[in-house]
């Protein structure tokens, strides 16, 4: 591995080298290392790119590494995951997508990623997308995530997505039988020319199931963001959206989350915020000497911390 | 005019005779009786239904009351009233529509309002659907209102629609000049198969513009209500819109509030929560002797008013 691609690992998953357990390290459209332990076992698949992760009922305090780095200019590519996690199992499971674009081509990882959570499991989920590279070339990463949750399993969904991504459709989606329970943080900060676009649709079937839907964002330069949030209760259960927009310069930040009640039972609450950074957080930084835009970068790295 | 008529316009509009100022009262698609007093005039559209009311700058502490009955099954109508505010006025408009259907085919009201509003005005904008008869005939009211509020101006509306009306499509839209301020309060309650949809589109073009959008609903029994906000603000502005539902027996209650930030300046908050009467509340009435029934009926009219 060369440095540059060291360095993009070590950006979208906190590794600096091949790590303890279980791992599928995708290096310019190819596997480059894969382990599977005794408890998780990855498959790579026939029909298409991507792999079958299979998790063992009971399996406790393992994790998953499945990064992925672009370093070549103009490479698209459409990745496959599914994850089929077995009952009474918890698990943690690092993903990421780091693309380096020097060139003048457009560079595109888009995972497709399906979850099947057994009765009682447990998963945290990490995703960090990133992008750098001098080259005029966009970098996009279009992520779908498909979320399955059986009785009384719980999901943890940690993004983020803070630097160099040009453009980015993020969609999530996940059903919940009795009991299941979904959280889902979300950072993202777009610059310049940026787009992100960014939706949850979340369907609560099942007695007693729950979501809570939490994103954080700032827009800045010209960038554009949308939200969309939809989550249906359709049995006795808890559902809960929140989006707080941090608008900078010329940029527009829209959100739409929408709650439908179905089922007398349900209870369902929406909040949205969208606005600049107050006037008087700035002016007491910066009677602490900070410089106007050193106050505004606390503030933003506070928010998004 | 008949009891039952009479029983209708008090509903509608507070009403027990003819009132003090300008007014006009439909009947079952006729003006029944008109005034216009020496600040505001009424006159009759000769292109199609409806009127065009001029209020003359500086008018202040005056009413116009223009309420809307029909008692007859099957009588459709679309009428198209204009309202010319102006500048410095500060005035009270009672609309309001009451249909009492005894038959078997759809009642309809569709009224059309168009607001002017100049310079420094203020409108006080009060409307009441109702629907009562035993008739098999759906009753239909589908009003549209169009707001354009100019420097300064200041709109409140009122809205009440808690019974009898079958089907109902609000409408309002609102376009917001420098300083303008709107402030929308809005009551919904449906019962049976009823549905009830209601929408604002807020544009806050001009600077220090601002919207407060509030509605409050009850749905019950097998009914279905959309509520739907879009506040856009392109300018600096501060935008507000929050969505109460309780959601009782099988009906469905569904939220859409959307805002778009087009400038830093701008300001947008939502909420909306949509649950049952929460247990607790129940029980604690319950043990001060009342039924169930009247606890909820007691909770549902406290959360009205």
Chains 1, 2 share one sequence.
């Not at 009952?87 to 380096?100: R, Y």
């Not at 949030?229 to 829209?254: L, P, Q, R, W, Y």
């Not at 106050?295 to 933003?300: R, S």
Request: aromatic letters at 4%; one cysteine or more.
């Amino acid at each position: 591995m060369e440095e540059m691609q060291k360095n993009l690992l070590s950006e979208v998953s906190g590794l600096h080298g091949i790590p303890v357990g279980a791992y599928n390290i995708r290096v310019d459209g190819q596997a480059l290392s894969m382990n599977s332990t005794a408890n998780i076992e990855i498959v790579k698949k026939k029909d298409k790119s991507g792999i079958d992760i299979y998790i063992k009922p009971n399996t406790k305090n393992e994790s998953l590494h499945i990064p992925v780095i672009l370093t070549q200019t103009g490479l698209k590519e459409v990745v496959y995951n599914d994850f089929h996690i077995g009952e009474n199992s918890d698990v943690t499971i690092i993903a990421g997508c780091g693309i380096h674009n020097s060139g003048d081509k457009e560079s595109e990882h888009d995972g497709i990623h399906s979850f099947f959570i057994g009765k009682n499991a447990k998963v945290k989920y990490v995703e960090k997308h990133y992008g750098e590279g001098d080259g005029k070339g966009q970098r996009i990463l279009n992520p779908v995530t498909i979320v399955e949750i059986d009785e009384n399993g719980y999901m943890e969904m940690d993004t983020v997505q803070i630097k160099g991504v040009d453009s980015t459709k993020r969609i999530t989606k996940a059903k919940l039988n009795e009991g299941a329970k979904i959280v889902v943080k979300e950072k993202i900060m777009t610059h310049r020319n940026q787009f992100a676009e960014t939706g949850f649709e979340v369907e609560l079937n099942g007695d007693n199931s729950s979501a809570h839907v939490t994103s954080r964002s700032v827009a800045k330069d010209n960038s554009n963001q949308v939200f969309l949030a939809d989550i249906k209760g359709n049995a006795k259960c808890t559902g809960h959206s929140e989006c707080d927009a941090i608008i900078m310069d010329n940029a527009t930040v829209k959100a739409i989350p929408q709650i439908l009640a179905n089922n007398v039972n349900a209870n369902l609450i929406h909040e949205a915020a969208i606005g600049k950074i107050a006037g008087e957080q700035l002016t007491k930084l910066m009677t602490l000497g900070l410089t106007e835009k050193e106050a505004e970068e606390w503030i933003v790295n506070g928010f998004l911390k």
